[in-house]
């Protein structure tokens, strides 16, 4: 089966870095995906990482380990619009992709 | 052209009423998704379309029915649905069916069945 999991809330403070964490156990993978959904919108794509290591695009980096089946994605210098659900998406070997239960990032002034 | 259009953007149907929902894209992507999202849930994968042909379905009951026109258009025909079936239905496409390609999200149709 598949599993993915992540934090189910978060909360931090404007101009600070947040770290989101993701785990997952999937029985084939074929890249992993960071989406941000605000409240009644569709998720967006921020990040794809198929490889090891750190892409970073702006304010937001993510970090892939296939080895420890461990990723996450990292927000710097928080704005208040970055207030939404985070989530993390597996691409399996078989066209199909599994979400994460999603983590709501609270940005507090 | 990055968008995906969904319509119509609300529906309120009856138990035995038949409605259609639908999806249209044209960034030349080969592959098409319908999710189901309830309230404060991820999206679940319900219907893909790779090449116009359907090649995932997880075990949607048969009161939903998918349709691929052409490589552009995909529409999900509802009949006889209950209650439990009202929530976010998205539409999404890729470059192609592989996992390796990020998805492009319609809006979404927002479905109350009374």
């Known amino acids: 089966g598949q599993n993915i999991d992540q934090p189910t809330e978060m909360t931090a403070t404007e101009g600070a870095i947040v770290q989101i964490n993701c785990t997952y156990q999937t029985s084939g993978f074929n890249g992993l995906f960071w989406y941000q959904q605000h409240a009644g919108e569709a998720p967006t794509f921020l990040s794809y990482n198929v490889l090891d290591g750190l892409e970073e695009k702006g304010r937001f980096s993510s970090f892939l380990s296939r080895s420890k089946g461990y990723s996450y994605l990292l927000l710097k210098e928080l704005q208040m619009k970055d207030s939404a659900s985070y989530l993390c998406a597996v691409g399996d070997n078989f066209n199909k992709f599994y979400f994460g239960s999603g983590t709501k990032l609270n940005v507090k002034p | 052209d990055t968008e995906v259009t969904q319509t119509p953007k609300h529906l309120v149907m009856g138990m035995t009423n038949k409605k259609s929902l639908k999806c249209e894209q044209h960034?030349?992507?080969?592959?098409m998704y319908w999710y189901k999202q309830k309230a404060k849930k991820p999206p679940e994968l319900m219907f893909v379309y790779s090449y116009e042909k359907l090649s995932i379905n997880e075990s949607v009951p048969s009161r939903f029915s998918p349709e691929c026109p052409n490589s552009s258009l995909l529409n999900l025909h509802l009949h006889a649905l209950q209650p439990e079936d009202s929530a976010l239905y998205l539409c999404?496409?890729?470059?192609?069916?592989?996992?390796?390609?990020?998805?492009?999200f319609g809006p979404g149709t927002r479905l109350t069945v009374t």
């Open positions: 999404a496409s890729s470059q192609d069916g592989s996992g390796k390609n990020e998805q492009y």
């Open positions: 960034m030349g992507h080969r592959a």
